[in-house]
């Protein structure tokens, strides 16, 4: 089984709509984060938590918020989606113990807003 | 704030080598990190650097000059299935969140 799963995988909405992105983990590991991917941008950090009750901005929070449900669940929401918030999310998750930057990611969620 | 400059594209031939280099301008610095995404696939994490010189992992090494805010990855002995995309990202804390670069597309042929 994945360590770090996604659901959905795939998501068609229209403007306006509400949806939720929902993130897993199995690693046991304190940290989790939300990042976007449009082509040619790379991946860049919408939000990110330390632990259950902290929560923090990235590079590009605005219009997205989150929750963190317990240390393995991490949630992205679009309150009010619209076209330009179409691109892949991906969640990670990462071990404050190991000591260097290495994170783990999900599959992605492939989001389309029309 | 922080910016990561890297090459958009880069092509090379199966047994050749490659470097990929990445500068980066931060307002505080603690690593730089490699990773790699297959098309359609998740990032995986390649490498990593906290303190000057060089770091192998097999085929793969990646170097880092902090005074320089520079860093390359070095792909020997391409294969095929090295083509993908090559993101360098940067931390200010040891495993605190990435900002990564716009990454390099590594394309190889036969």
């Known amino acids: 089984d994945a360590d770090v799963t996604q659901t959905p995988r795939n998501r068609i909405t229209k403007t306006g709509k509400r949806i939720m992105l929902e993130c897993s983990q199995t690693?046991?590991?304190?940290?989790m984060y939300w990042y976007r991917q449009d082509p040619g941008l790379g991946l860049r950090l919408i939000y990110y938590?330390?632990?259950?009750?902290?929560?923090n901005k990235g590079e590009i929070s605005d219009g997205y918020s989150v929750s963190r449900q317990a240390q393995a669940k991490f949630s992205l929401s679009l309150e009010s989606a619209i076209p330009n918030q179409t691109a892949l999310y991906f969640c990670?998750?990462?071990?404050?113990?190991?000591?260097?930057?290495?994170?783990?990611f999900g599959p992605g969620t492939r989001l389309t807003v029309l | 704030g922080q910016s990561l400059e890297q090459p958009s594209e880069v092509t090379a031939v199966e047994g050749a080598i490659v470097q990929i280099n990445c500068t980066y301008q931060?307002?505080?610095?603690?690593?730089l990190s490699w990773y790699q995404q297959h098309d359609g696939g998740a990032p995986t994490f390649l490498s990593y650097?906290?303190?000057?010189g060089l770091e192998e992992t097999g085929r793969f090494s990646s170097f880092l000059s902090r005074s320089d805010s520079y860093g390359y990855l070095l792909l020997q002995e391409l294969q095929m299935k090295d083509s993908a995309s090559y993101f360098c990202a940067v931390s200010n804390q040891a495993g605190t969140a990435l900002i990564f670069g716009k990454g390099t597309t590594l394309s190889v042929s036969s």
């Open positions: 690693k046991g590991h304190d940290r």
């Open positions: 650097n906290g303190l000057d």
């Open positions: 931060t307002s505080g610095f603690y690593g």
């Open positions: 990670a998750t990462s071990d404050r113990t190991s000591g260097g930057d290495e994170q783990f």
């Open positions: 938590s330390f632990d259950v009750k902290d929560i």
